[in-house]
């Protein structure tokens, strides 16, 4: 199926051929026709399915139809609220992007930087607004934001609202809306509160679920590096003085992590620079668009970039650090391998981890193949792995964040530990 058997209009069907896209990802194409023909949707997808577009494609074409029956001044008609900086950017640049030959205006507000020249976009009349749940609900506040003229309202990365916290500001903001409205909903997975939220705010809603919840897409070539603790540092630069790697998006759980990772690759001259919470948000996409433009080798960032980050042609994703709750994972490789291309994630193992890896394993429902023949791989790797279950039994378990601590599947494959096939 091609864009043109969706009922497009031209100016749309002209925009996504400048963007080289004539084949939709299975989210566009079951969602599209739903949000056309104005029903609420429950979408599930994984990161990296192409679900801005899913909305973003629809949103246009129902206002920029509505144009010729709408009487009111220029207000916001469709509200997108999502959880971090970086992804309200990205979903303004697809905005940007599919509705340039329409007259639709839309801006963008997030925290952590001045109002001004947000309030001034606001002053100016948007058709649609792109929000993070803080900076909303201040200028929300202030009376800088109505919302009287909604008529479309999209709730993304639900889940993701609920593990930053966000979950209160969202339900503050769902009484500041119409409640007739169409609601979009998009999660990636599905959690009891997440659940109970979606049943509060949808009616009658079309459900599309295009891949299992928190499975990994068959895209992404996955392999684990079991190495000390010590050696990490010097197998990452062994990695990233292979030619073959083009790019890398280098994940590690804490920000201090993250700054020393890049000092030691800057030493061995290997360009690099880091993206996380600490950094101003100019920092943040200054760095973004030096990685992006091949300036920059690596890119390290902690779980604020997990999902918020749409890299095209991503060649490498590797985690430096696992993280301890199995999801993440899934997000984290999901930066590569991104609608339908391939993508490779590396991941290291020490011997602290080996129970996170089970749990990852247990997730995804696949053993990730083992790369043994490297300089620095890690003597007794294989009985560790098998212990680690047995430890996780009497010992105190280091992740607060899961109750169902139970590790490993029955029938699961059987892990390789020779050289990479």
């Not at 930087?113 to 909303?136: E, H, N, Y």
């Not at 300089?375 to 899961?402: I, V």
């Amino acid at each position: 199926m091609s864009f043109e058997n969706l009922n497009l209009i031209e100016p749309i069907l002209r925009a996504l051929k400048t963007e080289g896209y004539t084949n939709p990802t299975p989210i566009q194409e079951q969602s599209i026709p739903i949000i056309l023909d104005r029903k609420d949707l429950l979408g599930c997808a994984q990161t990296g399915t192409g679900k801005t577009a899913a909305f973003a494609i629809p949103i246009l074409q129902i206002l920029e139809g509505g144009k010729i029956y709408d009487k009111s001044p220029r207000a916001i008609k469709c509200l997108i609220l999502t959880p971090t900086r970086e992804l309200a950017i990205q979903i303004g640049e697809s905005f940007t992007a599919y509705g340039r030959h329409t007259g639709m205006k839309h801006t963008v507000i997030f925290g952590g930087v001045s109002q001004g020249s947000q309030v001034s976009a606001l002053k100016s009349g948007v058709d649609i607004l792109i929000a993070t749940p803080g900076r909303l609900l201040d200028l929300i506040n202030q009376k800088f934001v109505h919302l009287h003229y909604l008529k479309i309202f999209v709730l993304d990365e639900a889940d993701r609202m609920l593990d930053m916290g966000f979950i209160n500001d969202v339900k503050k903001i769902i009484t500041k809306i119409p409640q007739k409205r169409q609601t979009l909903f998009f999660s990636a997975t599905m959690p009891p509160e997440i659940q109970k939220l979606a049943n509060t705010i949808l009616v009658s809603p079309e459900k599309v679920e295009v891949t299992p919840v928190s499975s990994t897409a068959d895209t992404i070539d996955q392999s684990i590096y079991f190495v000390e603790k010590g050696d990490k540092k010097k197998l990452l630069i062994h990695l990233l003085n292979d030619k073959t790697i083009k790019s890398a998006l280098i994940f590690t759980r804490t920000k201090h992590g993250a700054d020393k990772i890049v000092k030691d690759l800057v030493k061995a001259g290997i360009k690099t620079e880091a993206i996380h919470g600490n950094k101003s948000q100019n920092a943040r996409q200054k760095a973004l668009s030096n990685f992006k433009t091949g300036q920059l080798k690596a890119l390290i960032a902690t779980d604020i970039a997990a999902r918020g980050i749409d890299i095209e042609e991503l060649s490498h994703v590797i985690n430096y650090e696992l993280p301890n709750v199995p999801e993440t994972y899934v997000h984290r490789i999901g930066r590569t391998g991104r609608a339908g291309s391939s993508g490779i994630a590396l991941s290291f193992c020490d011997d602290e981890e080996m129970e996170y890896l089970k749990d990852i394993e247990k997730l995804i429902a696949r053993s990730i193949p083992v790369v043994e023949e490297q300089p620095y791989h890690m003597k007794g790797a294989a009985y560790l792995l098998s212990q680690s279950t047995k430890k996780k039994g009497s010992s105190k378990n280091k992740k607060p964040e899961r109750s169902d601590n139970t590790s490993g599947a029955k029938g699961a494959p059987k892990r390789y530990f020779g050289k990479r096939r």
